[in-house]
């Protein structure tokens, strides 16, 4: 069963109270954030407030909703208001949101409980979490590696329990890969599906909010509570927004699904991680599906494409933390002295590596031969997308070529860290849904994820694929030692 709907009938048969679950997860950061390191600010004092009011409610005998007294965790690059929100970026270190982003406002007007701001690569920029100003998050299943990036945060606190769910952002991937290390289930939605106002943009075009949890449905009942339309942000969909639990089943006689050809022919994938996702593909034939080989090949254009286009949206997006309106400040004695210097002084190596190239990307000469071409590349990687859905209903690969590294092991590699996201990052630059769920671990008890695809504000058959998968294994019900 999901973790919700388990914390849901405690909650409303009075077998526990809001205040007494929030604890025991409070409890359990407590315990475990020496080694693990997920959170970089926790509300414990504000969560058990919450967590008393859902029980005034219950008490009164009110009905409450499915996400009403649900401890949550939330990445520290969604505003909250009156709580730090830092992206992990020294620039920010102080800055307290005067807003609420419509995501946490829609969990809080639900009754969810925020547990705190989890760890993330600094404005999102990573897949690992190391590059975070603050600390270094491990992964639960070995403290020693990375719990993925730049969710790696919301991702260990899933793993390690120290929350019922989680949001991260996605933006290359940046959900479904730590999902993918951690072992745990993370969606990114369909661009547009749910709102981005509130959370601080890297690359607008490509910024994603999606749930991190135990299971698909835990995902399920987590999205449907935050997707929907909203007029504060232009890119928002104005969908009707199904009711994704009725979508959970255990065959899937007359599904369509198609393996990408092109994934379990890239450079450096491990041979465990192969063989994890070809015995998956195998389940799935086993539960009913039609499974048939698929090319999209231009899939691989992917990287290239999205390191010229969301570095050259990140640097016009953070050409705001200037030191003027908010946020850390050198007060130096010429203005363009204290720009230079703050920041100089607040950015890490990453993001200046990501300024600096996006810069270059857009400025007089290059425009056209670096970011128009790239926006051309982008178009095709969507148009076989789209001739691979006129086929099938489904698309699968790895979400991920390795599992988890050491900590420490790619920081001077930046190119083989990239790397790391070729399985993911086509999506984003379509703008389609991808899940990733728990497939099997390697031979060093690292988990290895399988990544689901699906056609635009297709998440139901994602859901329907991956429930099936699910209960047909027992992966997500595994927990580190």
């Not at 607040?346 to 670096?370: N, Q």
């Not at 859905?389 to 092991?409: H, I, N, R």
């Amino acid at each position: 069963m999901s973790v919700i709907r388990a914390l849901h009938q405690q909650l409303v048969s009075k077998e526990r109270s809001a205040v007494e679950i929030t604890q025991s997860y409070l409890d359990q950061i407590a315990a475990l954030e020496p080694q693990i390191r997920s959170y970089l600010t926790v509300t414990g004092e504000q969560a058990l407030a919450q967590a008393a009011q859902v029980d005034a409610r219950i008490a009164a005998g009110e009905e409450i909703g499915m996400l009403a007294g649900i401890p949550i965790a939330l990445k520290d690059n969604l505003c909250t208001q009156g709580v730090r929100t830092t992206c992990a970026s020294k620039i920010l270190e102080n800055f307290v949101p005067p807003y609420e982003s419509t995501v946490t406002a829609k969990l809080r007007d639900a009754g969810a409980i925020a547990l705190g701001k989890t760890n993330l690569d600094e404005f999102a920029m990573g897949s690992s979490t190391e590059n975070s100003a603050y600390q270094l998050t491990g992964n639960p299943w070995d403290v020693s590696r990375v719990p993925g990036g730049s969710s790696g945060g919301s991702a260990a606190a899933v793993a390690a329990r120290e929350c019922a769910v989680a949001l991260g952002s996605d933006t290359g991937g940046s959900i479904r890969q730590p999902a993918a290390f951690c072992g745990v289930v993370g969606l990114k939605p369909t661009y547009g599906l749910v709102s981005r106002f509130g959370l601080v943009a890297f690359a607008s075009s490509l910024d994603q909010i999606g749930p991190l949890t135990p299971t698909v449905e835990d995902a399920a009942l987590l999205l449907q509570g935050i997707a929907g339309h909203d007029p504060r942000d232009s890119t928002s969909l104005d969908v009707k927004i199904p009711d994704y639990t009725q979508c959970l089943k255990t065959d899937l006689k007359g599904r369509k699904v198609g393996i990408i050809t092109e994934t379990f022919a890239a450079e450096g994938i491990d041979p465990a991680v192969r063989a994890a996702v070809e015995k998956a593909i195998q389940q799935l034939k086993d539960l009913g599906a039609e499974v048939q080989d698929i090319s999209c090949p231009r899939f691989s254009y992917g990287l290239p494409t999205y390191y010229i286009i969301a570095p050259s949206e990140a640097s016009s997006n953070l050409a705001r933390y200037d030191g003027v309106k908010y946020g850390n400040r050198n007060n130096s004695d010429s203005l363009m002295s204290m720009y230079t210097k703050t920041r100089a002084e607040g950015f890490g190596a990453e993001v200046k590596r990501r300024i600096m190239i996006g810069t270059y990307a857009l400025s007089a000469g290059y425009y056209d031969a670096y970011y128009l071409k790239a926006q051309k590349v982008r178009t095709l990687i969507k148009q076989d997308f789209e001739a691979a859905f006129s086929q099938v209903d489904v698309l699968v690969c790895p979400t991920t070529p390795t599992t988890a590294f050491k900590a420490g092991e790619k920081v001077d590699d930046p190119l083989s860290m990239y790397l790391g996201d070729l399985m993911t990052i086509p999506v984003n630059l379509a703008g389609l849904p991808g899940l990733s769920l728990p497939c099997g671990f390697d031979d060093q008890g690292l988990p290895i994820g399988l990544q689901l695809i699906g056609n635009a504000l297709r998440e139901d058959l994602l859901f329907e694929v991956g429930y099936a998968y699910e209960q047909a294994t027992d992966w997500h019900q595994r927990v580190p030692g």
